[in-house]
C-alpha cells in the first residue's frame, strides 16, 4: 500500500475541574495577562487525567497557529509566559 495512512481514534471529552480554570484565570489576571477559555478537541494526557483528578491546561500561542505538528515552534517568552501563569496558579492552589 502506498500513500497517507491515517488511523482516527475517537474519546469522550473530559470537562475540567471549573476550580482549576478559575485558578488560572485568576493567574493571568494576576499577571495582568490577556486570556480566554477554549475548547480543545486536541488528545492530551489531561484528557484522562481529568476524569480521575482536577485538571486544567494552559496553551500559549504557536507560530503561524500549527500546533501538534513537525513545524510547530513557541516563542521562548510565550513559554515564559504560560510558566509564569502555572507557577502563579500552583502557587495559588497550593495555599
Known amino acids: 500500500m502506498h500513500g497517507n495512512d491515517q488511523s482516527v481514534v475517537r474519546h469522550a471529552g473530559a470537562a475540567f475541574s471549573a476550580d482549576m480554570v478559575k485558578t488560572?484565570?485568576?493567574a493571568a489576571n494576576t499577571l495582568q495577562l490577556p486570556h480566554k477559555q477554549?475548547?480543545?478537541g486536541a488528545f492530551?494526557?489531561?484528557l484522562f487525567l481529568a476524569r480521575v483528578a482536577p485538571a486544567v491546561m494552559i496553551f500559549v500561542p504557536c507560530r503561524?497557529?500549527?500546533s501538534h505538528n513537525e513545524a510547530e515552534y513557541?516563542?521562548?517568552a510565550?513559554?515564559?509566559t504560560g510558566a509564569r501563569v502555572l507557577l502563579q496558579a500552583?502557587?495559588?492552589a497550593a495555599s
Open 24 to 26: 488560572v484565570e485568576e
Open 38 to 40: 477554549m475548547i480543545s
Open 44 to 46: 492530551h494526557d489531561a
Open 64 to 66: 503561524d497557529g500549527l
Open 74 to 76: 513557541v516563542e521562548p
Open 78 to 80: 510565550h513559554a515564559v
Open 90 to 92: 500552583a502557587t495559588v
